[in-house]
C-alpha cells in the first residue's frame, strides 16, 4: 500500500469513528476525498479536501470539520504535523521515518511499485493505427500507434484486463483501388512494360514485391482477364500482403494486436443487420430524408428516402443515415456495428483516432450509448498529426505519391525508444514536431535524452561501487539520508497516484511528464556532487553513506523503469 492509499484509508476510519461517536452524520460518502501532494511543498508533504467535501452533507461548516479531522490525524504513525489551512483544507508534513519506509516500500515492490486494482474486474477495448491496409507504416499513423499501445499499457498497470484491438478497413473502394494497383504490378512482373503508374493507383515500390508474388502463384493466369474475374482475389491476396507488411512495422516499435477484426468479415456475418435491428426494436430506426447539404443547389439534390439512426436523441447534430440509397451499408452503419461487437467483449471502449475524424465522434457516441443502453463507457482520444523535419526542414510524405518516410524508415535512423518516447512528450491533441536531429541530441531539452541519462547514471554508480567493493544492501541505514535526498523520495512516491490518474484520463503522457521531472531532480542531486564530493552518491571512504545512497539511486531507477514499461521503453544501462 503506498503512502497516499495509506492516509486516503486512514481518513476514512476517522470518518468512520466521527460517524460512530455521532460528532458526524452517518452515511457520509468519501469517494471525492482525496489525499495529494500540496501546489506548494512548503506546505506540507500531503494534503486532503476531506473537510471541503464533506461539509455540505454533514451540515458543517468546512473549517469546523477540518477542526475535528485535524486532530485525530496529527495523532498517526509518522505524522508530524496536521494544520488547517484556508477555509478547510488540512495540510499533513509527515516525519522522515515515513519516508525512508516508502523508499524501503519501491525496493520490496520492485515492478509492481505504482501498479493499481482501481480496474480490476473491467475490460478495456483500445482499438488504435487502423490504418487503411493499403502500404506499410509511414510517419502519419505513428503517432496513434504509439499513444495507444501506451493507454493499453497503463491501463493494464492500473489493474484493467485489455484488449488491443486493429479493426482493418477492407471493405471499401480504397481496397479495389489497391487491387488494380497490384495487379499491375502482377503484369509488371510478368515482364509487361506498364509505364507510367495511372493517376490514382498507388505507385509505391512496395507493392513490387506483392505483384512478383502473384506471378508465381497465378503465372498468366489473370494477366488479360477482365477484373470482374480477378479483382476479389487479387483484393484478398493485396490486403493479407499489407496486413503482414503492417504487422511487421508494428513490431519493429513493439507494437503487437491482440485482435484484428475485419470490416468484410463483419459485414458478411451480418453484424450491420443485427445492429439494425436492435436500434429498430428500440424505436431509434425510421424511414425519412437528409436535409440537403448547404450550399447544393435544388437542381442537383434528389431527396431520398433512408432508414435513419435517432442520433440527435444522444447528442448528435443530425440524425444519421445506416444505409445508402442502393441498400448497402453506409460507412456509420458498418462502424456502428463494429462498435456493437466490441461492446460484447468490453465495458469500457477507447478509440484512437487521427484529427481529422472529430466530426465522427459524436454520432459514434451516439451509437454505442443507444446499442449499449449506456452500460458500455466510450472514449475517442483524437491525435494531432506530427510534422516530420529533418534540420528544421519539412519532410513531404504522400502515401499515393510514392514519397513517404516509413515507420521502418524512422526505427533505422533513431531507434525504438526514441520514437515512442517522443510520441509521448506532448498530449495527444497538441500539435507536435518529430526532428531527426533534435531526438537524439543530448541535452536536457530532449525528454528522451534527460530521462534515459538519469538511469544510465544510476546504472553507473551501481557498477563503481561494485568495483570499490561496496554493494546494495537492503539493510542501508536509510537514517543518513539528508533532506535533499529524501525530498527526492516524496517525489518517487507520488509515481501510484500519477498512475491512477494518467489510467483515469486515458492520458499516457502524464507519465512522460512525470518521468522528465522526476529525472531533473535526480540530475540536480547528482550535480551537487560536482563541487561537494562528500555530496556524491558514490563516497569511497564512507561505505555506510555510499550504501544508503545507494538505496535512494535504486528506488528512482525503479521507479523510472516502471514508468518508462509502460511507455513501452527500455531503460538505457549505459550512454555514451
Known amino acids: 500500500m503506498t503512502i497516499y492509499k495509506r492516509f486516503a484509508d486512514i481518513l476514512g476510519d476517522i470518518i468512520d469513528k466521527l ?10 460518502d468519501p469517494k471525492n476525498v482525496a489525499v495529494e501532494p500540496p501546489r506548494d511543498p512548503a506546505h506540507g508533504d500531503l494534503a486532503t479536501n476531506a473537510a471541503m467535501v464533506l461539509a455540505k452533507p454533514a451540515r ?40 525512508r519506509d516508502e523508499l524501503r516500500r519501491i525496493g520490496e515492490l520492485g515492478a509492481d511499485y505504482g501498479r493499481s486494482d482501481m480496474g480490476a474486474g473491467r475490460t478495456a477495448n483500445v482499438e488504435y493505427v487502423s490504418a ?17 499501445d501506451a493507454l493499453a499499457n497503463l491501463l493494464e498497470y492500473a489493474g484493467h484486463a485489455v484488449i488491443r484491438e486493429y479493426y482493418v478497413n477492407d471493405a471499401g473502394g480504397q481496397v479495389d483501388t489497391l487491387a488494380r494497383s497490384v495487379h499491375l504490378r502482377y503484369r509488371e512482373a510478368l515482364g509487361e512494360d506498364i509505364g507510367e503508374i495511372p493517376e490514382g493507383l498507388y505507385p509505391g515500390d512496395y507493392l513490387i514485391p506483392v505483384g512478383e508474388a502473384l506471378a508465381e502463384e497465378f503465372s498468366e493466369d489473370y494477366a488479360r482477364e477482365h477484373e470482374t ?125 487521427g484529427a481529422d475524424h472529430a466530426g465522427t465522434v459524436k454520432r459514434i457516441k451516439a451509437a454505442v450509448e443507444a446499442l449499449t443502453g449506456g452500460e ?3 472514449d475517442v482520444k483524437l491525435v494531432q498529426m506530427v510534422r516530420l523535419l529533418r534540420d528544421g526542414e519539412p519532410v513531404k510524405m504522400s502515401k499515393r505519391s510514392g514519397s513517404f518516410v516509413t515507420l521502418a524508415d524512422m526505427v533505422e535512423e533513431v531507434g525504438k525508444d526514441v520514437v515512442r518516447f517522443t510520441m509521448l512528450t506532448r498530449k495527444a491533441d497538441a500539435q507536435m514536431d518529430f526532428d531527426f536531429a533534435k531526438v537524439v541530441e543530448a541535452s536536457k531539452d530532449n525528454p528522451v535524452f534527460y530521462v534515459q541519462y538519469a538511469h544510465a547514471r544510476i546504472s553507473s554508480v551501481h557498477r563503481k561501487a561494485a568495483v570499490e567493493g561496496i554493494a546494495l544492501d537492503a539493510d542501508a541505514d536509510l537514517d543518513l539520508l539528508d533532506a535533499e535526498e529524501l525530498a527526492l523520495v516524496k517525489r518517487a512516491a507520488q509515481f501510484p497516484r500519477i498512475v491512477e490518474a494518467a489510467a483515469s484520463a486515458y492520458e499516457p503522457h502524464r507519465i512522460a511528464f512525470y518521468l522528465f521531472d522526476i529525472a531533473a531532480e535526480f540530475h540536480a542531486l547528482w550535480n551537487r556532487g560536482n563541487d561537494h564530493a562528500e555530496k556524491r552518491l558514490l563516497v569511497v571512504n564512507d561505505p555506510d553513506l555510499t550504501r544508503a545512497r545507494l538505496a535512494l539511486a535504486a528506488g528512482i531507477g525503479q521507479i523510472i523503469r516502471n514508468g518508462l514499461s509502460i511507455m513501452g521503453v527500455e531503460a538505457a544501462e549505459e550512454m555514451e
Open 19 to 28: 460517524e460512530t461517536a455521532s460528532k458526524l452524520p452517518a452515511g457520509l
Open 229 to 353: 474475374v480477378w479483382l476479389m482475389r487479387f483484393r484478398e491476396r493485396a490486403v493479407a500482403a499489407m496486413m503482414d507488411r503492417i504487422r511487421a512495422d508494428l513490431a519493429l516499435i513493439g507494437i503487437h494486436h491482440d485482435l484484428f477484426s475485419s470490416e468484410a468479415e463483419l459485414v458478411a456475418a451480418g453484424k450491420p443487420q443485427a445492429a439494425e435491428e436492435e436500434l429498430r426494436n428500440r424505436g431509434l430506426i425510421y424511414e425519412g430524408m437528409l436535409e440537403k447539404p448547404k450550399g447544393k443547389a435544388d437542381e442537383d439534390w434528389e431527396p431520398v428516402e433512408l432508414p435513419l439512426f435517432r442520433s440527435t436523441d444522444f447528442g448528435d447534430d443530425q440524425d444519421r443515415p445506416i444505409k445508402k440509397s442502393d441498400g448497402s451499408w453506409t460507412y456509420f452503419g458498418n462502424d456502428m456495428a463494429y462498435h456493437y461487437q466490441k461492446a460484447e467483449k468490453a465495458d469500457i471502449l477507447i478509440d484512437i483516432w
Open 376 to 378: 458500455t463507457e466510450f
Open 60 to 99: 458543517m461548516n468546512p473549517r469546523a470539520l477540518a477542526e475535528l479531522i485535524a486532530p485525530k490525524l496529527a495523532e498517526v504513525d509518522g505524522v508530524a504535523e496536521a494544520d488547517i489551512a484556508g477555509p478547510g483544507f488540512i495540510n499533513i508534513r509527515l516525519d522522515d521515518a515515513a519516508w
Open 132 to 148: 487503411n491496409p493499403t502500404g506499410p507504416m509511414h510517419m502519419g499513423h505513428v503517432r496513434g500507434a504509439v499513444v495507444g
